[in-house]
C-alpha cells in the first residue's frame, strides 16, 4: 500500500477539497508515486534487502506521518486560539456591554449557524473595538466630570491639600446614567459654590448697604447722594435669588459701593475730628466761664491728632470730653454764687479806682460835658467804695466755707481767690495808711501856715525850686523873666539831697505864652497867659480846660511862682517870685508830702484879678522836687502859695541863704559823668 | 541763622558796648546803626547783618553821635571833643572842642555843617568839609541858658533843650539868635526833644515820663494837628508808639530787660534798634547788661487807630 494508498484515502475523505487542493494532493500522489519507484530503483540497484527494504519504508512513513500529525496539530492549535480568542472577544464585549449598559451599535448577529470561526472572530472584533472606544471615550468624559468636581472641591477646601490624584472612577459602572449622576454631582457642587459666593457676595453688599445707610444717617448725606445707590439699599433685605439686577453681585459693583462707603467713612472721620474739636472748645469755653483753667491734656490733643489716620476712636474721645463737659458745669453750678460776687467786688474795685483817678482830677467840678454824670457816678462810687470791706469779709468766708465742704482751692483764673482778696485788702490798709500820714502831714503844714501868718502877717509867699544862676547867663532869652529887678536873690529851694530835682523855672504851661518871639514880651506875658485859655495837654486823655481865675486849686502840685512883679510896674520886673521861704523846714516838708495837697490859702490874696490869675497861671508851673524822678509821682507837693506880699520887703526879710548847689539840676548823664570822674580821680 | 523766630524784643546785636548806651543812630542811607556809649567807644554795626564794622576809641564818654553818611560820621564826646569819624579807614579826626563835655550832636545836610551843645551851655557849629584845623572849622558859637540836654534837627530848624527847662528854636541860616525862646510847657527836666518829620513842631519828653507836642507855628497849633505816630522809650524798660491825634497809646513792645537808652528807626521805618541799658536815673546800682535789641516793626503797630468818640464818664 504505502503513501499512496494513505492518500487515496485522504482522497477518499468527505473533506472537499478545492481542486488546487486536490492537485496538490495529486502532485503530491504522483511525486511520491514517482519517489518511490525511484527509490525502489536505487534499491535495486543497491542490492537492498527486503528487509531493510521494510525498514525503510516503515521508516518513511513513520516520517511522513508525523509530518502530518504536526501539520494536524499546527491546524488544531489553531483552531483552539481562533475559538479562545472569540471567547474572550465575547467576554470582553459583555463586560464592556455591561458596564457601559448598552449594546454595540452593530448588534452581534444571533446566526445559529455558527459559521466558520475566523468567521466569529470578524464579526466580533469591530464591535469590541466600537465598545473600547465607547467605554474609552465614556471614561473620559467621566474623568472630565470628576475632574470638575475635585477642582470645585480644592477650591472649597483650598488649603487642605486634597488628593491631587485622579478621582476614582468605578470601572464597573461606566453607563450613561452614571455619567449622569456624576455629571449632575458636578452641577450640583457648582450650583453650591456658586451659591456659596452669591451669597458671600450678597452678604457684603447687604453690609456695605447697611454701612452706606448707617453713614447717610449719621452724616445727613444729601438725597442726591443717596440716590446713586439706591438699587443696593433697597435690595436690602432681599434674598439672593431675589436680586435679579444683572451684575449688581459682581465684584466690580461690590468694589464700586465699597469704595463709596470708604470715601464717607473718611469724611465721617474727619467731621468727628470737627465735632471733637467743637467739644473741645465747648469744653474751654465753659472753663473760661467759670473762671478755671481747663488743663491741657496732651494727651488728648495727640489723640485728637489721630483721629484722621484712624488710630482713635473718635466716638470714644467724644465721650470722654462730654463727661468732662459734664464734670465742669457740675462744677461750675458749685461755683456759681461765689463767681458772682467776685464779680460784684471787682466791679466795686474798678469804681474805687475810677474814684481815686477822679478825686485826683482838679477840673472835676468845671461845668463842662459830662461833669454831671461824674459827679452821679462818684456818688454813687463812694457809697460803693464803702461797702467793699464788708463785701470783702463776706466773701472771703464763703470761699472759705466753699473750700472746707469741696476739699479744695477755689480758684480763679488758675490763682488762690483767697489769695487775691487778701493782697486787696492789704494794698487797702496800705492805702488807708499812707491816706491817714498825708492827712496828717496837711495839718501840720496847716499849722505852720497858721504860724507863719501870726508871724508875718501875711501868707508866705510861694515857694518854688528854680534854677538858682546868680550869674546873668541865665538870662538868654527865657531866662529874662528871672532876672531880680530888685537885685535880691531868689529862691529857695527846699534842700535835697540825693535826687536831682526837675527844679521849674518860671513858666506858663500854655504853649502859646511860653514861646517868646522877642526878649520884651515880658509883659505881654502875663496877659497872654491871661487870655490864652487853650494849653497844650500833656495829659494824654483828659481834656484841658481854661482855668478861671477863680478857681484856686492847682491842679498839680504848682509852685505858684510870681512871675509878675507885685508892683503893677517895669515889665522887666519879673522877679523871682517874691516867694519868700518861710522857712526851710516847712519847704523840706513840702517835698517830703508826696500827696497832693489842697492849696489852702488864695484866700488872703487880695490883688487885682489879674494878678491871681497869673499866679493861677504860675501855679501852673512845676515845682518842687524830692520825688524820685523816674517814677511818675501821683502828686506831688504842693508848695505853699503865698500872697504876694510888697516885694522889697518880702525879700529882703527872708531870703535864706542856700548855696546855689543846691538848686542846680542835674541830669543822669551829668551825674554819671561825675561818678565816672570820681572814679577817675580815684 | 536758625530758623527760630526773633523773641519778642527783637535781635540782640552781637558785640554789645560793654558799658551803657547814650544813643544810638541809624543811617539814612543803609541799615547801619551807629552806637555811642559811655565805654569810650563809637561802634559801627550793620544791623541786618548783625555784625560789627568799626570802633572808634575817644578819650572820654561819648555821649552822642551822629552820620554825615554812609562812610562817615561824628562823635560828642565826655573829654570835650567833636570827632569826625571815617569808617572805611577807621580814622578819626578832632573837628573842634567845647569847655565842657559834650552831650549833642546833629549833621545839618541843610546847611552841610556839624552842630554841637555842649554842658559848657553854648551851641557851636562846625564846618567839617575840608578843613583839618580844628580853628578853622569852627563857625559860631551860641550861647544857651543853660546847659544844653538835648537837640533836634529838621530842615533849617534846630531845636536845643537846657537844663532848666529852656527850649531854644533857631533858623540855621540865622544863627545870631533863636528863633523862638520857650520853656517846656512840662513840670520836669527836660529829657529828650525830637522834631516831627514834617517839620511843623517837635515833641519833648521830661523826666517824669510824659510828652509834650509842640508846633512851631504858633498860629498852626489851633488848628488840628496831626502828630502821627512816634514811639517812646522809657528807664521802665517799655517801648510805646503812641497815636499823636488820639492820644493813646497803639502798642506796647515785650519789656527790655532795663531802661530804654535810645531809640532809633531804620530809614524805611522796617527796623526799630533799641537800646536796652541802664541810664543811672536811681543812681550808681547793679544793673542789667546792656544790649541793643534790633526789631521790625510792623505796620499794625504803628499805625494809628480810627479816632474814637470821647466817653463822657471818663
Known sequence: ????????????????????????????????????????????????????RDRMLLELEQE????????????????????????????????????????????????????????????????????????????NQFIEVLDEIRNIENEIYRSDGFASNDPAIDEADLSIKSLKNCAENCRHSKRKVRAFYDYCSHWQLQDVATSLLELWNLMDTPIEEQQIFQKVTCKLAASEDEITEPDMLSVDYIDYV????????????????????????????????????????????????????????????????ELRIARVKEEALSRKEILEKVEKWMAACEEESWLEEYNRDDNRYNAGRGAHLALKRAEKARALVN?????????????????????????????????????????????????????????????????????????????????????????????????LSLGAPILQTPKRDMLPSAKATPNTRKAKTNVRINQDRLKDDGLSALSSGRRVSDKAGLPMKQQSPILVKAREPESPMLRRPFTPISTTNLSKPNASN????????????????????????????????SADEENRTPQTTAITLPSTPSTVSVPMQTAITPAPLIQTAIIPALSVEDEIEYSFEERRADLCCLDHNQ | ???????????????????????LRFSNHSDHLLVSSWDKSVRLYDASANALRGEFMHGGAVLDCCFHDDSSGFSASADHTVRRLVFNYNREDILGRHDAPVRCIEYSYATGQVITGS????????????????????????????????????????????????????????????????????????????????????????????????????????????????????????????????????????????????????????????????????????????AIFVRSVNEVEVKPKPKMLPNPAT
Request: proline fraction near 5%; charge should be neutral; include cysteine.
Open chain 1, 1 to 52: 500500500m504505502g503513501i499512496n494508498g494513505f492518500l487515496v484515502q485522504v482522497l477518499a475523505t468527505n473533506r472537499v477539497f478545492n481542486p488546487s487542493q486536490s492537485n496538490l494532493l495529486l502532485r503530491m500522489e504522483k511525486i511520491c508515486g514517482s519517489l518511490l519507484y525511484e527509490l525502489q530503483i536505487i534499491w535495486d540497484e543497491i542490492g537492498e534487502s527486503d528487509a531493510e
Open chain 1, 64 to 139: 511522513c506521518l508525523e509530518i502530518y500529525r504536526r501539520k494536524v496539530d499546527q491546524a488544531n492549535r489553531c483552531r483552539a486560539q481562533l475559538k479562545q480568542a472569540i471567547a474572550d472577544a465575547e467576554a470582553e464585549l459583555a463586560a464592556i456591554c455591561s458596564a457601559m449598559g448598552e449594546l454595540p451599535v452593530h448588534i452581534r448577529q444571533s446566526d445559529p449557524n455558527p459559521e466558520s470561526l475566523k468567521d466569529e472572530l470578524r464579526a466580533i472584533l469591530p464591535q469590541i473595538e466600537e465598545m473600547r472606544k465607547r467605554r474609552i471615550d465614556r471614561k
Open chain 1, 258 to 321: 465699597k469704595a463709596e462707603v470708604s470715601r464717607l467713612e473718611e469724611l465721617k472721620a474727619s467731621k468727628m475730628k470737627e465735632l471733637v474739636l467743637k467739644k473741645k472748645a465747648e469744653l474751654e469755653v465753659i472753663c473760661r466761664k467759670t473762671h478755671l483753667i481747663s488743663d491741657k491734656d496732651s494727651a488728648m490733643e495727640t489723640a485728637i491728632d489721630a483721629i484722621e489716620s484712624g488710630a482713635v476712636d473718635a466716638a470714644c474721645l467724644l465721650e470722654q470730653i
Open chain 1, 387 to 483: 461797702k467793699l470791706p464788708a463785701m470783702v469779709d463776706t466773701l472771703a468766708s464763703k470761699v472759705l466755707a466753699w473750700e472746707n465742704e469741696e476739699g479744695i482751692e477755689f480758684t480763679y483764673d488758675g490763682v488762690r481767690l483767697l489769695s487775691m482778696l487778701e493782697s486787696y485788702t492789704v494794698l487797702r490798709q496800705q492805702k488807708e495808711i499812707e491816706r491817714k500820714r498825708q492827712r496828717d502831714q496837711k495839718k501840720l503844714q496847716g499849722q505852720l501856715l497858721a504860724e507863719q501868718e501870726a508871724l508875718y502877717g501875711s501868707k508866705p509867699s510861694p515857694v518854688k525850686n528854680q534854677n538858682v544862676k546868680k550869674d546873668s547867663r541865665l538870662s538868654c532869652g527865657g531866662a529874662s523873666k528871672r532876672k
Open chain 1, 582 to 613: 518861710i522857712s526851710e523846714d516847712l519847704n523840706k516838708k513840702h517835698n517830703e508830702m508826696l500827696h497832693k495837697a489842697v492849696i489852702i490859702n488864695n484866700t488872703p490874696f487880695t490883688p487885682p484879678p489879674k494878678i491871681i490869675s
Open chain 2, 1 to 23: 541763622m536758625t530758623a527760630a523766630p526773633p523773641p519778642s524784643t527783637g535781635r540782640e546785636l552781637s558785640n554789645p558796648p560793654t558799658d551803657g548806651i547814650s544813643n
Open chain 2, 119 to 290: 554842658w559848657d551851655k553854648t551851641l557851636k557849629c562846625w564846618d567839617p568839609r575840608g578843613a583839618s584845623a580844628q580853628e578853622r572849622s569852627l563857625v559860631g558859637t551860641y550861647a544857651q541858658p543853660e546847659r544844653v540836654y538835648s537837640m533836634s534837627l529838621v530842615g533849617n530848624r534846630l531845636v536845643v533843650a537846657t537844663a532848666g527847662r529852656h527850649v531854644n528854636v533857631y533858623d540855621l541860616r540865622n544863627m545870631s539868635q533863636p528863633e523862638q525862646r520857650r520853656e517846656s510847657s512840662l513840670k520836669y527836666q527836660t529829657r529828650c526833644v525830637r522834631c516831627y518829620p514834617n517839620g511843623t513842631g517837635y515833641a519833648l519828653s521830661s523826666v517824669e515820663g510824659r510828652v509834650a507836642m509842640e508846633f512851631f507855628d504858633l498860629s498852626e497849633a489851633g488848628q488840628s494837628k496831626n502828630y502821627g505816630t512816634f514811639a517812646t522809650g522809657g528807664c521802665d524798660g517799655y517801648v510805646n508808639v503812641w497815636d499823636g491825634n488820639n492820644k493813646k497809646r497803639l502798642y506796647q513792645y515785650a519789656k527790655y530787660p532795663t531802661s530804654v537808652a535810645a531809640l532809633s528807626f531804620s530809614r524805611d521805618g522796617r527796623l526799630l534798634a533799641v537800646a536796652s541799658s541802664y541810664t543811672y536815673e536811681e543812681g550808681d546800682k547793679p544793673h542789667e547788661p546792656d
